[in-house]
């Protein structure tokens, strides 16, 4: 499994609460992913960290918030959740630029 | 912004056919190119990666091209087998800040036995 869990596996929770989405790594990798994936859209990058306190936005941002305190955690944050982001959320981990992203086992959001 | 785009979004091919993936990608600093297959609820996993220094990479029946000046890369999977059906994500790395990793939509392939 490459030393990476996401949790939780599964959520349901309504409109207009804030949900985080916790990934854990046990592989020291300096870098980290959160992807979204939908139906006709593959995986779209949220957010992703190159160091603790590093991180940059990726394609699909808005409405998404991280944080990185430590190398083995990266949190996403919906501030307020819309029913626009209910998807199938991947972390991924990766040691360097030029070698694979490992990814956890994803998390099922539901917004209703 | 960066852009992968991903060509067929469906394949359908026979047991024993070839099955061909291709890939576009926009942003210049791209050097590394993954491919992933995914399979019904599971998580995607890697199955060929090309550097930008290589223009071809084979690994038993698949086997991945790469063209850095047209920005083209593709997935050649020879002999398929029921068990390759599955969706297939093309990805480019950048070498530049945090080295995100931009997808293809992917391709849904089906081999019939």
């Known amino acids: 499994d490459a030393g990476i869990t996401q949790s939780p596996r599964h959520k349901v929770t309504e409109t207009g609460t804030p949900v985080t989405l916790r990934c854990h790594q046990t592989e020291n990798h300096r870098y980290m992913y959160w992807y979204r994936q939908d139906p006709g859209h593959g995986l779209r990058l949220i957010h992703y960290s190159y160091g603790v306190k590093d991180t940059d936005k990726g394609e699909v941002s808005d409405g998404y918030s991280v944080s990185r305190s430590k190398t083995e955690d990266f949190l996403l944050t919906l501030e307020s959740a819309t029913s626009s982001q209910t998807s199938v959320y991947f972390c991924?981990?990766?040691?360097?630029?030029?070698?694979?992203?490992?990814f956890g086992q994803g998390t099922r959001l539901t917004v209703v | 912004g960066e852009n992968v785009e991903q060509h067929p979004s469906t394949l359908s091919v026979q047991e024993g056919d070839s099955a061909v993936i291709k890939c576009t990608y926009s942003?210049?600093?791209?050097?590394?190119f993954p491919w992933y297959k995914q399979e019904l609820g599971k998580r995607p996993q890697l199955i060929i990666d090309i550097r930008s220094n290589v223009g071809e990479k084979k690994d038993q029946r698949i086997a991945v091209t790469l063209n850095k000046t047209a920005k083209h890369f593709s997935l050649h999977i020879t002999e398929t087998q029921p068990e390759d059906s599955a969706v297939y994500f093309c990805?480019?790395?950048?070498?530049?800040?945090?080295?995100?990793?931009?997808f293809g939509a992917g391709t849904r392939l089906f081999v019939k036995a």
């Open positions: 990805a480019a790395t950048s070498n530049t800040g945090g080295f995100k990793t931009i």
């Open positions: 942003d210049s600093a791209s050097n590394y």
């Open positions: 991924a981990i990766r040691k360097d630029s030029l070698t694979e992203a490992f």
